[in-house]
């Protein structure tokens, strides 16, 4: 039972993802889907015209989306990028931290336990493409 | 010491609430086992043979009294009355129940402790040098740096589903006690020709089924890029390290797939990236963790005297106190390790006792070593037989510091859920045929360490002699290696030939030892004295 989480305003992209081959063919897609073995960095020069990003998380102990996450937005990358596939509700902090603003996730999510785990943590160590202030920043601002 | 600020208490605290929740869920069966697990393991608890295990991290291995008596008042309270000291600087409890490990964290949070990537695929406990601000051959004290590490891998969201745990180590001394050879990744503090300290950088050591001895890949790190470079180490390893196999998951494997060298262009790519991303804490964040380190107030013009006419007393200062930086001033060793002990386990009275000397004698502070002692580490000479009396009230006055009997071992088959064999009766065999203190003095420095299994928790490939628990055929079986080396002088222990029962390997280790007696020249430790003459007149004398 898939389970759409957003955490932007604009509509949902309805264009179908392509893969990374497919869209490196035929670079006039606007939706991409990215497998953990992918270079996100192939990307870089199509981010303006691309509106959706999906990365996948085939089981929920592979940590790479989130590094790819976080070279997209470094990158420069605005539009919605989507961590899809094993989430659990416990990672989505961290998720949102390396610049996921979408989760589909196979599992349900409960709302209730997201909006507790979301308000949990008001200080942050490590300055990351969510652009929260770190603590250091904080201490010396 | 470093003490929390508001913002790092409010870290902590947010994460007892977390896992309070997290434990009420698995509790109420909202959450799997399965889902439960990696909650569970990335706050150090495990579930192991008999019952949950608590791993609480000692940052650096740093510890102040009112920290020790906590440990202490939870074991007494929440344990079987002891707590066991780790290879890694932690601290553990092997008797936990669950519904109570809440409560225990919100306990640590109150003294500023907490069990946070004690375990799972993470950046775990940032260990160091126990002699840190007291030894006379460091460059600078290396525990703000640590203290940065520790904040900044705390909660790092791109590196807590690493493809493997993570640890790294920090020193700032030729003399490696932290065995950073060995580690993901281990950083020495040292200077450079133009007298700048900087990082030298170790990468893809480790022990565990395939040992290795981490290269250097960056001789020379300017200190305030340190949280930028570690950036690229980790991410070049958390999208390319191997995820196939459990076994090869370790960043040394993929330092040695790539090759060093490949690995090092990588990183260097990487850093040109993160260095611009403004990623590292400025100077005046640095200063102000420094500052929480600063010397304490040592005191002038103190005796250098120690009046040496108690025999026992003697014996025990020549082998567990070290040179201090400050004059008048000594670091203590407390032995865990009794002939007839379990190593590293210290009971509840026991920690207590020395939190109270720390308080009394050596200006609030402990530090706990990778080779499961306990540290006071700036006592006054003139106090060195008041503690000393103390300790051996309490059976910590042991004098066997890198004696046969300070023996590591990892907890093995009585507790570990992943161990073949048992690794503390073993030890304690061993303790026991070597339990001449004088014979102990004679053989010198010799190192030995027993892992239950092929993860090497008790360092068997660092010990001059190191011991493998294996299961053969559903008998326990060891394994006997040596010439490895844990210290500056970092190498592997070659297997020496086909392993022994329990009581075969007590013989080989006392055939060993007579070996090296005939052979050794003067001042040779047992370690140099094998590397001199190789393996041959050893396999002889055990299988001959």
Redesign the interface.
Known sequence: MADLIRFRGDETHEEPAVTLDAFLEQTNATAVRLEPTDDPRALIPYLARLSLIEVSFPK?????G???G?ILR?AGYSGELRAAGDI?V??I???R??GFDAILSDHGV?RE?LA??SS?????????VDGRQ???A???G | MYRYDDYDQSIVDARVEEFRDQTRRRLAGELSEDQFKPLRLMNGLYLQLHAYMLRVAIPYGTLSARQMHMLAHIARTYDKDYGHFTTRQNLQYNWIKLADAPDILALLATVQMHAIQTSGNCIRNISSDQYAGAAADEVEDPRPWAELLRQWSTFHPEFIFLPRKFKIAVIASEEDRSAVKLHDIGLQIHRNAAGEAGFRVFVGGGMGRTPMVAPVIRDFLPKAQLISYLEACLRVYNRFGRRDNLYKARIKILVHELGAEEYRRQVEEEFLHTSTLGLDAPAEEFARIAAGFAPPAFESGLSEEIDRSDPEFAAWLDRQVAAHKAPGYAIVNISLKPTDGIPGDASSAQIDLMADLAEAYSFDELRITHAQNVVLPHVRKSDLYAVWQKLDAAGLATPNLDLVGDIIACPGLDYCSLANARSIPLAQKIAGRFASLDRQRDLGELKIKISGCINACGHHHAGHIGILGVDKKGEENYQLSFGGSGAEDASLAKIIGPGFSEDGVVDAIDKAVGVYTQLRTHGERFLDTYRRVGEAPFKEAIYG
């Open positions: 929920f102990r592979d940590g790479r989130f590094s790819i976080s470094e659990l416990d990672q902090n961290a998720l931290r390396c409960d336990v507790k785990l949990l943590y008001d200080a942050v160590y490590q300055k990351t770190p603590v250091w904080r201490r010396h």
